[in-house]
């Protein structure tokens, strides 16, 4: 019998091995893994690249994991809000690098990394320093330029439901992130709010296919 | 002349979108917009973060943090509303199937090149979210914005100073005092003189050569 349901949030980070890239779902705190980023910091590795459209705010969630000293590379589409001084702070001391990318362009590398695609041509920030140095191509009379595929070690995700097979289906706009990057890392951990019973899920409602998880972690709503 | 308020220069641009368009509004300014879009007329706003058919502000105590619009706050679902990941969200702004979006912006040029996310100033924590996409992507891009920086300089420019977001792709431009159209060949052509400047004085704002 397959089950990727795992007891703990211990065992759900289990082998995370410094110098990991990790992709973190969520926009804002909408659909943020926010127990598996504290439990990661627990887990000890360090040197890791992350992958989140913010950076964090206050002192906990990603915050959180910048303030231990764990991310050595942040890619990131709008790192600077209201509250993000964790953020704000270690980078103007440099004690973390950031490659800014606009927000389609994010989540589009991260689709191409999962779709087995090599990078692809977009509109998106031709003409300004986001496309300094980067291929352009010039399509139908258009400029383009090239963006690169995002792969990723281990993908931290938050779902509403999960079978143990590891068919996802979200809540609301806490969707955003987590199916692409369910499908872009070796290794995609799940924090559900509740798990059902194989079958439950309508079929024509997964969005997130169970082949793209390999492990889903229960954790208390509302925490 | 008779400037218009924030609240004036939403309603004014909120007129101009007909019934059917699909909507995007950046965060900030833009969002007041929807609160004088015409209640006889379906709008589909949509917001980046992964929804089609956004509702109002929910009701004190109705909050649901998981249905937020592009500046976290909280807001509804409307009847035939949907939910889609980001990828797709994007999709919809890159591949051209929003009809409009409305941004703020520190500069727009007259050949329509658009700068809004960055004062380059050193030390600036930078930032820039969905405004590259939505630029390159939207049919049409609308700006909402104050005819003039708080020192008296026009942000309507014959070339922007700022980083820029895109190029050639803003299509008209709501302010205090007027509402400017871009035309091919960096012709700025003024549609609706909201204040009553006048041509010589809308020219004198500007610095620029307008056409009425």
Known sequence: ?223 | MKRISREQIAERLAQDIPEGATVNLGIGLPTQVANYLPADKEIFLQSENGVLGMGPAPAPGEEDYDLVNAGKQPVTLLKGGSFFHHADSFNMMRGGHLDICVLGAFQVSRWGDLANWSTGEPGAIPAVGGAMDLAAGAKDVYIMMELQTKSGESKLVEQCTYPLTGLKCVSRIYTDVAVFQIEPGGVVRVVDDVSGAGQDELKRLTGLDLVF
């Not at chain 1, 258009?142 to 995002?150: K, R």
């Not at chain 1, 969707?175 to 995609?188: L, Q, Y």
């Open chain 1, 1 to 223: 019998m397959i089950s990727k349901i795992v007891n703990d949030l211990e065992a759900a980070l289990a082998g995370v091995k410094d110098g990991s890239t990790v992709l973190l779902g969520g926009f804002g705190g909408a659909g943020q893994a926010h127990e598996l980023l504290q439990a990661l910091i627990d887990q000890g590795a360090r040197d890791l690249t992350i992958v989140s459209n913010n950076a964090g705010s206050g002192t906990t969630g990603i915050a959180a994991l910048l303030a231990a000293g764990k991310v050595r590379k942040i890619i990131c589409s709008f790192p600077r809000q209201a509250d993000s001084h964790v953020f704000d702070g270690l980078y103007r001391a440099g004690k973390v690098e950031l490659e800014l990318v606009p927000q389609g362009t994010l989540a589009e590398r991260i689709r191409a990394g999962g779709a087995g695609i090599g990078g692809f041509f977009t509109r998106t920030a031709v003409g300004t320093e986001l496309a300094a140095g980067k291929e352009i191509r010039n399509i139908d009379g258009e400029d383009y330029v090239f963006e690169s595929p995002i792969k990723a070690d281990v993908a931290l995700i938050k779902a509403h439901k999960a079978d143990r097979w590891g068919n996802l289906v979200y809540n609301k706009t806490a969707r955003n992130f987590g199916p692409i990057m369910a499908t872009a890392a070796k290794m995609t951990v799940v924090q559900v709010d509740e798990i059902v019973e194989l079958g439950e899920l309508d079929p024509e409602a997964i969005v997130t296919p169970s082949l793209y998880v390999h492990r889903v972690v229960r954790v208390n709503k509302k925490v």
